[in-house]
């Protein structure tokens, strides 16, 4: 049988030549992808440097707005404690205060005076409780109670 190559039959000598010039194109091809590769290589580096120094300041920035942060809230604490020490110092002073007043109250006999406006003040304010209870359930009433012209619906 015939052969079906469509290529025509080259002398020994051709081929040579031939792979030759394939082999120099395939070379610079390989040259300039090993180039490549190694821009990219030193790139990855730059960048995973950049990342690394990124992280270390961040690292570093973390730990600077943590110290703030503790010495703040140690400040706060601080101040909690004076305002409270303070605040337990006037209430002393104004309990001292008015068992002072009562005391003297007491030495000039006007401690039964003011007994009896406290006795006084005590039951005006019942009795206006008693007025706005009463208000309240007049109101209760008014709300509850039905209307003349209308039958109640027992269920």
């Not at 390989?30 to 690394?52: F, H, N, P, T, V």
Request: glycine residues 2%.
């Amino acid at each position: 049988m015939a052969s079906s190559d469509s290529t025509p039959a080259l002398p020994s000598a051709a081929p040579l030549s031939s792979k030759k010039e394939n082999v120099t194109p395939i070379n610079s091809k390989i040259a300039e992808l090993s180039e490549s590769r190694s821009e990219l290589l030193k790139k990855i580096q730059g960048l995973k440097q950049d990342l690394q120094t990124w992280r270390s300041k961040l690292d570093t920035q973390v730990k600077v707005y943590h110290d703030e942060l503790s010495e703040l809230k140690k400040s706060l604490n601080e101040e909690v404690e004076q305002l409270r020490s303070e605040f337990k110092e006037l209430r002393t002073t104004l309990q001292q205060q008015q068992e002072d007043v009562t005391a003297s109250l007491r030495n000039l006999g006007l401690e039964d005076v003011t007994e009896e406006v406290k006795e006084t003040k005590d039951v005006k304010a019942e009795e206006h409780d008693e007025v706005q209870c009463s208000k309240v359930e007049k109101n209760d009433e008014e709300v509850h109670a039905v209307p003349e012209n209308t039958k109640e619906v027992v269920p």
